[in-house]
């Protein structure tokens, strides 16, 4: 049995949720502290805390709207699984399409 599968997570899985840990670091560079991202990380993991914050609807404090004021939207969870496929196994199809669609407007907004 591997770590993995030992801790409950697919390799996968875990490769999500470090790229959500990176992003968070990034995040700190610029003084964004996404105080309740990294404890839902931590608690529910990383694919429940993506479906979570895609469930939602964005407000005027959420971190996508904070990165976007920053100009910062390529360190969005939105990007991230707007940036390749490879989280598709993950996500359904209306998730990735949701992320995909915030991205999209956003950029074009920031033109």
């Not at 992003?23 to 990383?46: Q, S």
């Not at 709207?65 to 100009?71: S, W």
């Not at 699984?81 to 950029?107: G, N």
Request: glycine fraction near 6%; proline fraction near 3%.
């Amino acid at each position: 049995m591997d770590d993995a599968t030992i801790y409950g997570m697919t390799p996968l899985e875990r490769d999500l949720e470090k790229s959500l840990l990176d992003l968070y670091e990034k995040w700190l560079t610029i003084g964004y502290r996404a105080a309740r991202f990294k404890p839902m990380l931590d608690r529910k993991g990383g694919v429940a805390s993506v479906k979570h914050l895609l469930a939602g609807n964005l407000k005027g404090e959420s971190g996508f709207i904070r990165l976007a004021r920053a100009r910062k939207l390529e360190w969005t969870v939105e990007a991230l699984l707007s940036s390749s496929r490879r989280w598709k196994p993950l996500f359904s199809d209306v998730e990735i399409e949701k992320a995909r669609c915030r991205y999209q407007t956003a950029l074009l907004l920031q033109e």
